[in-house]
């Protein structure tokens, strides 16, 4: 159901407010590149330093400025399952085309509680899901069976994948139905994911190079995986320098260098420090981004 390239959008600050204008012209900016879809309030969108109000009103800047040209995908994961359920109302309301949640983080929850806690949600909202597996930030790893038990739930459709482990994710694709989602989580993996047969991304790098994103993905699609894997090796140190401090802090910084935001971000991150940013600086003067 969500194939393709989707963009973790990041979200702009201005003044310690959310920068309205700049989020609508980032989405401009996504669709006119071709972007399959948008996903709002992510990690990449610092959703754990959002407000409630905030991350409501970002959910409904994004549906608003796409305007039904793409589909959005809204992050509404809590620890709290209630809370979850909460965001996740509010975005089937708002119009979100699904919502993608991540596993609870801090509380830890057996597979069990997994399992219950995702097929609460699916079952008092009736959107379109998206689960969100990513054990370095929640100390929570969803394991393939389990994956493949909330797949059968026909609101479970996907799952952005962060384990960082092919062996894993290769498990996952063969237990769970054709048709159930698994996308990248780390941008790194991304080809060897579509390899094994995975069906996209929920990116960071496509914030700067929807385009080039696009066209790895294409190639993977037509059958040319020389030409994906020379994309894949051009993108590379783009790859490495967005993630050389914890996301979003470089990639924010790298809008703020393309002159698309203010490079403002919320505590407790911090700016990127000055020898990151000039290895930015260089890596995007390299691949002609700046």
């Known amino acids: 159901m969500f194939e393709g390239i989707y963009t973790a959008l990041i979200t702009p600050f201005r003044d310690g407010k959310v920068d309205e204008a ?55 994961g809590s620890n709290n399952t209630r809370e979850a359920v ?41 959107l379109p899901l998206v689960l969100y597996n990513i054990p370095g930030r929640t100390a929570s790893n969803v394991l393939p069976e389990t994956i493949a038990r909330l ?51 929920i990116a960071v790098t496509s914030n700067v190079a929807p385009k080039q994103m696009l066209d790895l993905y294409g190639a993977t699609q037509a059958g040319d995986f020389v030409r994906a894997r020379e994309i894949h090796y051009q993108l590379l140190p783009l790859f490495n320098a967005l993630f050389c401090e914890t996301n979003p802090i470089p990639v924010k910084a790298a809008l703020a260098l393309m002159g698309l935001v203010d490079d403002e971000i919320r505590l407790p991150l911090t700016t990127l420090t000055q020898p990151n940013r000039e290895r930015l600086q260089a890596v995007l003067k390299d691949v002609g981004i700046l």
């Open 22 to 76: 700049a989020l609508r012209a980032l989405v401009e900016r996504q669709i006119a590149a071709g972007i399959t879809g948008l996903v709002p309030c992510g990690s990449t969108g610092e959703s754990a330093t959002l407000s409630h109000d905030e991350h409501n009103a970002v959910i409904d800047i994004v549906i608003s400025a796409a305007d039904g040209r793409v589909p959005v995908i809204a992050g509404t």
């Open 86 to 126: 909460a965001l996740t109302q509010h975005a089937k309301e708002a119009g979100a085309t699904g919502a993608l949640l991540l596993s609870p983080y801090y509380n830890k929850p057996t597979q069990e509680g997994l399992v219950a806690h995702f097929e609460a949600i699916a079952d008092e909202t009736g």
């Open 151 to 201: 797949a059968e739930h026909e609101c479970i459709v996907g799952v952005k994948e962060a384990c960082g482990d092919l062996d894993q994710i290769s498990q996952l694709i063969a237990l769970c139905p054709d048709d159930f989602c698994v996308v990248s989580g780390d941008d790194s993996l991304l080809l060897p994911l579509l390899s094994i047969g995975g069906k996209g991304s």
